[in-house]
T-cell receptor, first 115, second 117 residues
Framework: AQKITQTQPGMFVQEKEAVTLDCTYD???????LFWYKQPSSGEMIFLIY??????QNATEGRYSLNFQKARKSANLVISASQLGDSAMYFC????????????FGQGTELSVKP | DAGVIQSPRHEVTEMGQEVTLRCKPI?????LFWYRQTMMRGLELLIY????????DSGMPEDRFSAKMPNASFSTLKIQPSEPRDSAVYFC???????????????FGSGTQLSVL
């Protein structure tokens, strides 16, 4: 069975500093994908970044990067130069290639950026 | 593109009433997912369809819940009879490739906030 674990219910970061949101996963699938989504207070789910299990390099998208450590089964999200608009819930998610396409989510981390 | 469209945005109903949530996926997408979000349980996958066929409904909480996808552009999630514990935000999401591709992201609708009194 697949499982995603986010152990930080809430995080604070000072504006302009970097922050790391933790995510660990468990799967028996040989091939899988890892995703991060952002959910602001308005409620919509916004895709941030994707990492494939066979990708050699860590994914980056602007200020977002994914610190992928396959042996440790971790896929931490790093946000550089935090902005007030980054305050939101952040969800880590995974899809395995033997799971018929379904995406399972972690419990989320609430990030608050302080001015 | 209009994105995934869900209706209604908000639904308030009384216990015992039937509730129908609607979703229009992005045109051309062949996979559709229904999720439920609560504070206690987070984001739970209820059911998903590939090419209008239900693939996995193991997340549907009980027989009071049913979902249909009569065509590629429309899906419904029905709760009959509704109960207060069904109060949650219900999201519909779609994506465009087959079930064995791992890299296609889901596009989410804005959600339906359901309150059962």
């Amino acid at each position: 069975a697949q499982k995603i674990t986010q152990t930080q219910p809430g995080m604070f970061v000072q504006e302009k500093e970097a922050v790391t949101l933790d995510c660990t996963y468990d799967t028996s699938d040989p091939s899988y994908g890892l995703f991060w989504y952002k959910q602001p207070s308005s409620g919509e789910m916004i895709f941030l970044i994707y990492q494939g299990s066979y990708d050699q390099q860590n994914a980056t998208e602007g200020r977002y990067s994914l610190n992928f450590q396959k042996a440790r089964k971790s896929a931490n999200l790093v946000i550089s130069a935090s902005q007030l608009g980054d305050s939101a819930m952040y969800f880590c998610a995974m899809r395995g290639n033997n799971q018929g396409g379904k995406l399972i989510f972690g419990q989320g981390t609430e990030l608050s950026v302080k001015p | 593109d209009a994105g995934v469209i869900q209706s209604p945005r908000h639904e308030v109903t009384e216990m015992g009433q039937e509730v129908t949530l609607r979703c229009k996926p992005i045109s051309g997408h062949n996979s559709l997912f229904w999720y439920r979000q609560t504070m206690m349980r987070g984001l739970e996958l209820l059911i998903y369809f590939n090419n209008n066929v239900p693939i996995d409904d193991s997340g549907m909480p009980e027989d009071r819940f049913s979902a249909k996808m009569p065509n590629a552009s429309f899906s419904t999630l029905k709760i009959q009879p509704s109960e207060p514990r069904d109060s949650a935000v219900y999201f519909c999401a779609s994506r465009g490739t087959g079930p064995y591709s791992t890299n296609e992201k889901l596009f989410f609708g804005s959600g339906t906030q359901l309150s059962v009194l």
